[in-house]
């Protein structure tokens, strides 16, 4: 059975910095895609960024680029999204998210971890 569990939301000041991990068990983890949604309050769930099993692709939507980046460390079965200079619009619960392809991680994962907020605040 494969789990996600994000860690790292929080409370941060607009303008500073915050990093938040995945960890996937059950399963090997080099063969998924990883991606990140968000859904903020009375909005529907969005998709922020993604990264290949290996790496070496990415992409994110356009209101991030710039500012948030996305790595796995295949090692440590871990995926991290480093979101620089947050604003309050970024203020949602963030979703890590997994399939074995980055096209469909984009819009239709498999799998879904169960969330973590993250508020900003100016």
């Known amino acids: 059975q494969v789990q996600l569990v994000e860690s790292g939301g929080g409370l941060v000041q607009a303008g500073e910095s915050l990093r938040l991990s995945c960890r996937v068990f059950g399963r090997t983890f080099s063969w998924f895609a990883m991606g990140w949604f968000r859904q903020a309050p009375g909005k529907e769930r969005e998709f922020v960024a993604g990264?290949?099993?290996?790496?070496?692709?990415?992409v994110s939507t356009d209101s991030v680029k710039g500012r948030f980046t996305i790595s796995r460390d295949n090692a440590k079965n871990t995926v991290y999204p480093q979101m620089n200079s947050l604003k309050r619009e970024d203020t949602a619960v963030y979703y890590c998210?997994?399939?074995?392809?980055?096209?469909?991680?984009?819009?239709?994962?498999?799998?879904w971890g169960p969330g973590t907020q993250v508020t900003v605040s100016s």
């Open positions: 998210a997994a399939h074995y392809e980055i096209e469909k991680v984009t819009t239709a994962p498999a799998f």
């Open positions: 990264i290949s099993g290996n790496g070496g692709s990415t």
